[in-house]
C-alpha cells in the first residue's frame, strides 16, 4: 500500500518529484503543527493513501509538507492556510483543496487517480458504531434504571460539586485589557511569528511582504516573545492562528483573509500608507517601541 512521505527539505522535494513518471498524479500536503485540522488531514490522508497499492512505475505519490519549515514552496504554490491540497500531474496543477473536508479530498484525489482499491465508503474508516448499555437496577443488577445514592457519602478523592475561588477572572480582565490597548497600539498592527526583519514563519514572512509591497505603515508585536500575549490574544480575537493583521483595532484575519481583502478592493489600505502620514511606524526599532509601550 501507499504511505504519505513526510518532506523536510526543498532537496527531498525536489528528488521526489524530479522520479515521478509524468503520468503520475502527486498529491502536495501542505500543514503545520500548530493547526488543529491538520491533525485530523494527516489522518485522513494517510487512510487514504493506503488504499492505493504501490506500482513500479509509480501512478501516484503522497507528500507532505511543513508550509512554514519550507516557505519558498509554499508560496510556490500560492498556500495561504493550512491544510491545504495540491494535486499535480506532469508539472501541471489540476486541482487544489483548502481546509479539512475529507469528503472533498477524497473526491479530487479518486476524481483524477481514479478510484483506489478499498471499495468502502469515501474510502475512509467506517463510522464507530454505539451500542447500548444495559440498565442497572438500584441493587447494581440488571434491569432497573436507577441507583439508590441515598446512602452514599462522599470521599476526599470525589470531585467537588462546585467551582472552587481564584483570581483567574481577574487575571483574565487585566489581559484583555491589556491586549485591548496592544491592538490599538498602531492604525495598523501586525502580531506575527517573529520581526518584520526576521520573520520566524512562512505566513508571517508573506504577510510583511505583502504590507511592504502596499507600502503600509504599522505596528508589530512578536508573539513569540510574550507566550500570555500569544495564547491570550487567540481567545481575546476568536482567531486561533497566527500572523493576525489589526486594522483600528478591528481584526482583519491571517495572511489568506488580507489577500481576500485586496482582491476585492485594492485600495484596502490606502489610508494607512506610508504617503498618508497614517498608521504605525516603518522603521523596525520603531514599531518594537510602539508595541512594548502598549505591552
Same mark, same amino acid.
Given at each position: ?27 502536495l ?10 491533525a ?13 497499492p ?31 491540497? #495540491? ?8 486541482? $487544489? ?24 465508503k469515501?474510502?475512509l474508516?467506517?463510522?464507530l458504531e454505539? $451500542?447500548?448499555?444495559k ?19 462522599p ?14 477572572a ?12 496592544l ?62 493583521l489589526? #486594522?483600528?483595532g478591528e ?14 478592493d485594492s ?6 500608507a506610508?504617503?498618508k ?19
Amino acid at each position: 500500500m501507499s504511505t504519505v512521505t513526510e518532506i523536510t527539505t526543498e532537496v527531498d522535494f525536489n528528488h521526489q518529484t524530479s522520479h515521478l513518471p509524468p503520468t503520475a498524479l502527486l498529491v502536495l500536503y501542505f500543514h503545520t503543527p500548530w493547526a488543529a485540522p491538520c491533525a485530523q488531514m494527516s489522518t485522513v490522508l494517510s487512510t487514504l493513501a493506503s488504499s492505493y497499492p504501490v506500482q513500479n512505475p509509480p501512478t501516484i505519490s503522497f507528500l507532505s509538507l511543513n508550509a512554514e519549515d519550507l516557505p519558498d514552496i509554499s508560496e510556490s504554490y500560492d498556500v495561504t492556510a493550512v491544510p491545504f491540497l #495540491v494535486l499535480i500531474r506532469d508539472s501541471k496543477t489540476l486541482e $487544489t483543496v483548502s481546509g479539512s473536508d475529507a469528503s472533498k479530498v477524497r473526491d479530487a484525489v479518486e476524481r483524477n487517480a481514479g478510484k483506489s482499491g478499498n471499495t468502502g465508503k469515501a474510502g475512509l474508516p467506517p463510522a464507530l458504531e454505539a $451500542t447500548p448499555r444495559k440498565e442497572e437496577q438500584s441493587n447494581g443488577t440488571s434491569g432497573g434504571a436507577t441507583k439508590d445514592l441515598s446512602g452514599y457519602a462522599p470521599t476526599s478523592s470525589d470531585p467537588t460539586t462546585a467551582p472552587e475561588m481564584s483570581s483567574e477572572a481577574p487575571a483574565k480582565e487585566e489581559l484583555h485589557e491589556r491586549l485591548s490597548q496592544l491592538v490599538k497600539a498602531a492604525p495598523v498592527m501586525l502580531f506575527m511569528k517573529g520581526t518584520p526583519s526576521g520573520p520566524q514563519c512562512g505566513f508571517s514572512r508573506q504577510l510583511v511582504s505583502l504590507l511592504r509591497q502596499k507600502e503600509v505603515k504599522y505596528g508589530f508585536f512578536n508573539i513569540l516573545a510574550d507566550d500570555e500575549v500569544r495564547q491570550g490574544l487567540k481567545e481575546f480575537a476568536d482567531w486561533p492562528t497566527f500572523p493576525q493583521l489589526w #486594522v483600528g483595532g478591528e481584526l482583519v484575519g491571517g495572511l489568506d483573509i488580507v489577500k481576500e481583502e485586496l482582491n476585492n478592493d485594492s485600495d484596502f489600505f490606502h489610508d494607512y500608507a506610508a504617503t498618508k502620514g497614517k498608521g504605525g511606524p516603518t522603521a523596525p526599532e520603531a514599531q518594537n517601541q510602539t508595541a512594548a509601550a502598549s505591552a
